[in-house]
């Protein structure tokens, strides 16, 4: 495997369900990332992690929690989820360097959530 | 206020014809970065071309080029020779020297390209 992996790609979910988004870099990155994107919104960041610690919570509600267990795993749990919620969340790593703008995000392919 | 303004939600183009999609930024930060980044149907955000705010030249990537016109806030992406694998959402992303890692993205231009 290769650059960032999402799983699973499609998921389908009651409100009552608990699930979990998984995002893996083999990239050596030191920074991972989750993005909300909504039809016809901008992308939104919700959280940010460097060196593992969670660095940036964007006003996500409780009922999303992440959890980075080590530099190359992300996590984004759900649970108790509204429609609203529905939405393609995207995963992207970046090393990161002192004082440098210009570390791009890679980004993974997406998990397409449907809230039902 | 918005800090990436993108105005052009659709743009058609003829192959083989270069197009340029707008973006305007808002900053008060001397170093940040602007990004635009190619978003085809399968989802995965793909990166093109980064502009440092202290670059004095225009960047360029193969077909990709930033018309980077820091007075007016502006960092157009230019594409060449268009192809028809280049019809996608492209979105424009800055990242503020005081703002950490954080990329904040505009609206995104959906371009379709025509045979």
């Known amino acids: 495997e290769t650059g960032v992996t999402q799983t699973p790609r499609h998921l389908v979910m009651g409100m009552t369900n608990k699930k979990s988004l998984k995002c893996e870099q083999h990239l050596g990155h030191n920074a991972m990332y989750w993005y909300k994107q909504s039809a016809k919104k901008p992308l939104e960041l919700m959280f940010v992690y460097n060196f593992k610690e969670q660095t940036e919570n964007n006003s996500v509600p409780s009922r999303f929690s992440p959890e980075c267990p080590n530099s190359s795993h992300l996590f984004l749990h759900l649970h108790t989820l509204q429609p609203e919620d529905s939405a393609l969340y995207l995963c992207?790593?970046?090393?990161?360097?002192?004082?440098?703008?210009?570390?791009?995000?890679?980004f993974g392919p997406g998990t397409r959530l449907t809230v039902l | 206020a918005q800090k990436i303004t993108q105005t052009q939600p659709g743009m058609f183009v003829q192959e083989k014809e270069a197009v340029t999609l707008d973006c305007t930024y808002d900053?008060?930060?001397?170093?940040?970065?602007l990004f635009w980044y190619k978003q085809p149907s399968s989802g995965e955000m793909i990166f093109l071309i980064y502009q440092g705010s202290y670059d004095e030249q225009n960047a360029t990537e193969g077909r990709y080029s930033l018309n980077f016109q820091k007075a007016r806030k502006s960092a157009n992406l230019v594409i060449s020779a268009s192809q028809l694998g280049d019809s996608a959402m492209y979105f424009c992303?800055?990242?503020?020297?005081?703002?950490?890692?954080?990329?904040?993205f505009g609206g995104g231009t959906r371009l379709m390209v025509k045979p």
């Open positions: 992303a800055m990242r503020e020297g005081n703002a950490g890692n954080m990329l904040t």
């Open positions: 992207a790593s970046s090393q990161e360097e002192d004082s440098a703008a210009n570390n791009e995000q890679f």
């Open positions: 900053t008060s930060d001397q170093s940040y970065g």
